[in-house]
């Protein structure tokens, strides 16, 4: 008896850290869109007060949806994070599955050397960038984004999918190549859906920076049809006056999309495969 | 069809060798097993036989047909491993059929090739079945199903019973023994266990630190082994191996006696002893004897006996049952 209490106590304040955690992570998003749906004067009377019948609003989002072309912000975010999230996940998965499953000579090199970005932001090599893009003809596009967002992903995306391949089997990839499968049908049929909850974790890691990202949309991107969500936010953000309702209706309307991306990958963290491959 | 010759093959991985010139010719139809301990290269041999290493040096066979460049899906080869390695995502048809797939056999033929596979390793009612949901007995049926199904001119089997539980594995061993004889295939199959090796092999071939120690059928490695290593690799409990010196032989270094070619007596023998230990299995009594002439021994005798710790005994040599080594090892066989 006494042990099942005791053992309740401890579930008990296992799950009040977790709900306090839970309620700390939650407050900002909740600030977010809870002002976001109220008129300013509600917002700076009361910021924790939940919308009530006198004080909800819709100004804020009517203002995003009038000023500028939000939609084709939006659109203009989704493409660079969609397009750089594949990038990313297709070109670390191909250089981590050499890294892994070759031998040659400076393998372990090559692979110091692919993970460095890591430990260097990119953003100290922005006025270089700058400079080719402007060369390449590639300012205000979406490409140049594209192209620096999956520089700036790729790193970590090697680092942690070379580490994970490492653990797939060497038999199972031995087994395709008796059956006669090709090296790309082993990292394309056995390997990659083997490594998919890693694939997720760098999808998700890559995701948030780019989606959140105002260096470089502001820099190599400024014009009104390359401007991606986070640069379209901010002509509510005034030197000396800002629009709270739009700037908050604008934010809450960003995190949908992350959010959609987010519980498609994170679906692809819980569902094991692997399970009965090999012992 | 189904033979294979190697030539001095030698595998380095970077300055480390792993093969130092492996020559052997397996026979078709010979059930061939690579034993030897572990890191001795077995697995390293099989897998470059397999096309899944490049031998540094040296050249490999298959019915008289040079390999070295050949692709594994190409030589005619089918491998079952130690982890199974079935494909997680395909049913157990599809796992069986895929490498027929990959060579373009049409799809009704491969159909009636795994049938016939599923049926000899009772697989029936799985086939439909992932291999999550199968057990490890199971999966490894499915995993020698897969290389049957291929019809290959060279069975390889990489330790395939080393993940199973005792009794699956011996029910396993016999399946395997009894696939070979029906299929009257060459099949080469490494394991570092000898009873594994004594009970399935035509020909036993031990390895050691990348060299081959001797090759024979059991009962010549049991027999006559040719030197201290496979002496006292083959056999369990281990021969004893004796300082030649203590007995007074001068023209060999080591004389080695195995536990069941001692006899044990409580009053008369050669050399008396204390035991230290004594294990009843029933069927053998094994006894650890310390004596002042030999050493430790230990000694086997078949059924129950009722010897104790602290038990002066004395034992005695059966006659012509000594191995005699040289310095170097070697069996001395003019002795005998």
New interface residues.
Partial sequence: MSKARASYIRIGAVHAALIAYTLVALFPVFLTIANSFKSRNAIFREPLAIPTPETFSLIGYETVLKQGDFVGYFQNSIIVTVVSIALVLLFGAMAAFALSEYRFRGNTLMGLYLALGIMIPIRLGTVAILQGMVAADLVNTLTALILVYTAQGLPLAVFILSEFMRTV?D??K????????SEYAIFLR?VL??IRPAMATVAVFTMIPIWNDLWFPLILAPAEATKTVTLGSQIFIGQFVTNWNAVLSALSLAIFPVLVLYVIFSRQLIRG??????? | MGSLQLKSIRKAFGSHEVLKGIDLDVKDGEFVIFVGPSGCGKSTLLRTIAGLEDATSGSVQIDGVEVGHVAPAKRGIAMVFQSYALYPHLSVRDNMGLGLKQAGVPKTEIEEKVAKAAGMLSLDPYLARRPAELSGGQRQRVAIGRAIVREPKLFLFDEPLSNLDAALRVNTRLEIARLHRSLKATMIYVTHDQVEAMTLADKIVVLNAGRIEQVGSPMELYNRPANLFVAGFIGSPQMNLIDAAKLDDRDAKTIGIRPEHIGLSRETGDWQGKVIHVEHLGADTIIYIESETVGLLTVRLFGEHRYAADDTVYATPVIGSMHRFDAEGRVIRSGQ
């Avoid at chain 1, 495969?273 to 012992?279: C, E, F, N, R």
């Fill in positions: 089997s038999d199972l031995n087994a395709g190549r008796i059956d006669g499968l056995l859906p083997l495969i692997t399970a009965g491959a090999v012992k």
